[in-house]
């Protein structure tokens, strides 16, 4: 695949947290044309100063083949306009918070063009939620949705005494990803567009990406609340007092993998993934499969 090949695509990313930010930079340095955009009431902090410092890519980016990309990438369009940003562009990624999907969605829907396709990442059931947005509200827009269970990295803005330092901080890059469109008809189309986005690069050139069987499948396999519910709540002692009893620890060096994850909480969080496997299976659906070992390995987990 060519940066010339790439280039003929343009990626509008919505969403300037740590993903949005990482996905934007990694499409740009891949060559892809490239606009982000962030929502106006959060525009003046996420976006500030993006136009004319990029983002830099910095980090591990540990995996399996190898692959690695780093730099500062420098964007098409930096704008709170998401007329502007989105129209024109095939492909649309969505790089929020499912908190804020409704949102953006509801924003979003009026502005979409036939022929875009739109990935939500990771998609934590936001593909439901944006069909029934387009249901409602445009139903004879011909768009292709879909979701992936994961980001393509473990990412974090980089931030020095608190300041954002326009770098993100990638600590390994996925080599497959697990991923389903809403209808299912349209998986092919969905799981081939991928070759054409730069940030799954390393998932193109790695074992490439996995068809989830119905987004359902896509919404259990993400492992996040799995483990970050039971790790939080079991963990609230550790978090409460680091720093402040353990004499000298900046708050800012906690970790919830390294502090939090005993051999105990892994227990509680291997058998809530079992529970999820269960109503996977109850309803009908599949979901990505994880050995035991994988929940007491920090170096899988972190």
């Known amino acids: 695949m060519t940066k010339q090949h790439l280039a003929d695509y343009t990626i509008a990313v919505l969403g300037a947290g740590a993903v949005g930010r990482s996905v934007a930079a990694d499409c740009k340095l891949a060559g892809n044309q490239v606009r982000l955009f962030d929502l106006p009431e959060f525009a003046g902090e996420s976006l500030k100063d993006l136009d004319k410092t990029g983002i830099e890519i910095q980090g591990f980016e540990l995996g399996k083949y190898n692959f690695k990309r780093n730099g500062i990438a420098k964007f098409d369009l930096v704008s709170d306009d998401l007329?502007?940003?989105?129209?024109?562009?095939?492909?649309?990624?969505?790089?929020?918070?499912?908190?804020?999907?409704?949102t953006f969605f509801e924003r979003l829907v009026p502005l979409l063009e036939d022929g875009q396709i739109i990935h939500i990442i990771p998609d934590n059931f936001g593909s439901l939620r944006l069909r029934k947005v387009l249901?409602?509200?445009?139903?004879?827009?011909?768009?292709i949705v879909g979701g992936w269970s994961s980001a393509p990295y473990g990412t974090r803005i980089v931030k020095e005494a608190g300041i954002d330092t326009k770098r993100v901080f990638l600590r390994y890059r996925a080599v497959s990803l697990r991923g389903a469109s809403l209808p299912s008809t349209d998986q092919e189309a969905f799981?081939?567009?991928?070759?054409?986005?730069?940030?799954?690069?390393?998932?193109?050139?790695?074992?490439?990406?996995?068809?989830?069987?119905?987004?359902?499948?896509?919404?259990?396999?993400?492992?996040?609340?799995t483990l970050h519910c039971p790790g939080t709540i079991l963990g609230a002692a550790v978090m409460e007092n680091y720093g402040r009893v353990f004499?000298?620890?900046d708050k800012s060096d906690?970790?919830?993998?390294?502090h939090v994850y005993t051999e105990s909480?892994?227990?509680?969080?291997?058998?809530?993934?079992?529970?999820?496997?269960?109503?996977a299976e109850k309803i009908g659906v599949d979901i990505a499969r994880y050995p035991k070992e994988t929940f007491y390995s920090r170096s899988k987990t972190s």
């Open 83 to 102: 007329a502007e940003v989105v129209s024109g562009a095939q492909i649309i990624l969505v790089a929020v918070p499912s908190v804020g999907h409704q």
């Open 135 to 143: 249901r409602e509200t445009r139903p004879d827009v011909d768009v």
């Open 191 to 225: 799981l081939k567009s991928t070759e054409h986005i730069g940030c799954f690069d390393s998932v193109t050139f790695g074992d490439g990406p996995v068809g989830g069987k119905t987004v359902l499948d896509v919404g259990f396999s993400n492992v996040n609340p």
């Open 247 to 249: 004499g000298g620890n």
């Open 254 to 258: 906690f970790s919830i993998y390294s």
């Open 265 to 279: 909480v892994s227990a509680v969080q291997y058998s809530f993934y079992q529970e999820e496997i269960e109503l």
